[in-house]
């Protein structure tokens, strides 16, 4: 659910976002649970969810858990080379190896051999990985 992948995200727990939100944790617990469906929750507590985790409303509806489900998606069945370096990037960034621009540059080359030159993956495919791994972490995004 995408509440949940939003608090693993922030490393926060679903007491404390009820507490921020400011409203029953029995609620939270209900629709990070299934048993209240998030549709059926009024606009107000949904609203009180987005802010305090920080994201848009749109984030918590189906938009956004498409784009989740497409998130995963788009880091699967990914070319081996590609995998091997993106693998090797999160790794790199773990553990705060000091080389880790030589790793940036080879993912950055593999996205683009596996976008241009192999049709491996899409330019919205690759936009993502960029987006996600590259720009961010460099502070470009």
Known sequence: MILDTLLKKQNITKYRLAVEAGIPHATLSDICS???RLEKCSAETIYKIARALGVSM??????????????HTYEQGLPEYLQHDLDAYKDGLKKGVSYLDC?????????DIAQINDGAITPEHADYLRRKYLWRERGYE
Do not use: F, M, N, P
């Open 58 to 71: 749109e984030i918590l509806t189906e938009d956004g858990i498409r784009a989740t489900e497409r998130e």
């Open 34 to 36: 299934g048993k209240t």
């Open 103 to 111: 790793l940036w540059g080879e993912l950055y080359g593999s996205i």
